[in-house]
């Protein structure tokens, strides 16, 4: 059974820093894409950053240039580093995990961006 436990979310300034993580276990981390997604009041559960087994990185327009994720394989943890925080960022935060057609999910943790 994978088990995905998010940490690092809170409530930030407008313009401040968060960087998440994302520790796994129960599976071989370093063989999972791994990712991140967010989920708005009233809105769809979104891509943020997908990250390969070899460290090939995906962003979504609205946060390219802001945020970066990386894994660390030694420690089965994947971050994403989020910097200049808007409002609109506001959301909760999932850990996602996926090896084939196996997907896994974390129970998510909260953004919140003060204007």
């Known amino acids: 059974q994978v088990r995905l436990v998010e940490s690092g979310g809170g409530l930030v300034q407008a313009g401040g820093s968060l960087r998440l993580s994302c520790a796994a276990s129960?599976?071989?981390?370093?063989?999972?894409?791994m990712g991140w997604y967010r989920q708005a009041p009233g809105k769809q559960r979104e891509l943020v950053a997908t990250?390969?087994?070899?460290?090939?990185?995906n962003y979504a327009d609205s946060v390219k240039d802001r945020f970066s994720i990386s894994r660390d394989n030694a420690k089965n943890t994947v971050y994403v580093q989020m910097n200049s925080l808007k409002p609109e960022d506001t959301a909760v935060y999932y850990c996602y995990a996926r090896y084939g057609v196996n997907a896994y999910w974390g129970q998510g943790t909260q953004v919140t961006v003060s204007s």
């Open positions: 990250i390969s087994s070899r460290g090939t990185t």
């Open positions: 129960g599976t071989i981390f370093s063989m999972y894409i």
